[in-house]
């Protein structure tokens, strides 16, 4: 199975700030790699797609970036409603794995 | 709009079952798969599984195989995950989510398992 290392597991940051979150493979896996945003009781929602795709509607300020086994997930500048949890995903081989999570705080 | 609704949030007994349903929308049912993802209290995302919309051939990650069935209503365009033999540790969210990208999820469905 490909294992997914997401770090920081959390991370503080204020509005405006820049933060970056990865995630790292066992094995390569192409860009078979999405991101995915969960708030509080909601389900998660599709941020980036083969890693690096913006999904329709996903303000510009979220990025995506990497292949192979290397990951990351960019935020610009955070806002308010950006605090939540983040995890990748691996769809290049089942079974499929995500990372642990990494939350986000003020 | 692609949807999919999942059915209402259950409570169950130890050693019971469950059915739980996820209707798509707004798309042709049988040109994606459909995955089911477990979200226990306070933990992260794993991967269960998926079904192939077209011959209803299921998958299982380790550790869902036995008690976890995927099964198929194409009819009614709707993919259920049944638990069977529920246990405590079962108690958890259950979501479908489409094709392999796993876009988009259906809203959850809350699943505890207490005496």
């Known amino acids: 199975d490909i294992q997914m290392t997401q770090s920081p597991s959390s991370l503080s940051a204020s509005v405006g700030d820049r933060v970056t979150i990865s995630c790292r493979a066992s094995?390569?896996?192409?860009?078979?790699l999405g991101w995915f945003q969960q708030k509080p009781g909601k389900a998660p929602k599709r941020l980036i797609y083969?890693?690096?795709s913006l999904q329709s509607g996903v303000p510009s300020r979220f990025s995506g970036s990497g292949s192979g086994t290397e990951f990351t997930l960019t935020i610009s500048s955070l806002q308010p409603e950006d605090f939540a949890t983040y995890y990748c995903?691996?769809?290049?081989?089942?079974?499929?794995?995500f990372g642990q999570g990494t939350k986000l705080e003020i | 709009q692609v949807q999919l609704v999942q059915s209402g949030s259950e409570l169950k007994k130890p050693g019971a079952s469950v059915k739980v349903s996820c209707k798509a929308s707004?798309?042709?049912?049988?040109?994606?798969?459909l995955n089911w993802v477990r979200q226990a209290p306070g933990q992260g995302l794993e991967w269960m599984g998926w079904?192939?919309?077209?011959?209803?051939?299921?998958t299982y990650a380790q550790g869902f195989t036995g008690r976890f069935v995927f099964s198929l209503d194409t009819s009614v365009s709707t993919t259920y995950l049944q638990i069977n033999d529920l246990k405590a540790e079962d108690t958890a969210v259950y979501y479908c989510?489409?094709?392999?990208?796993?876009?988009?999820w259906g809203q959850g469905t809350p699943v505890t398992v207490s005496s």
């Open positions: 094995q390569g896996i192409r860009n078979d």
């Open positions: 079904i192939n919309t077209i011959t209803g051939n299921p």
């Open positions: 083969a890693a690096s």
């Open positions: 995903l691996q769809h290049n081989s089942s079974p499929y794995t």
């Open positions: 989510a489409r094709d392999a990208v796993l876009d988009p």
């Open positions: 707004g798309y042709s049912f049988t040109t994606f798969g």
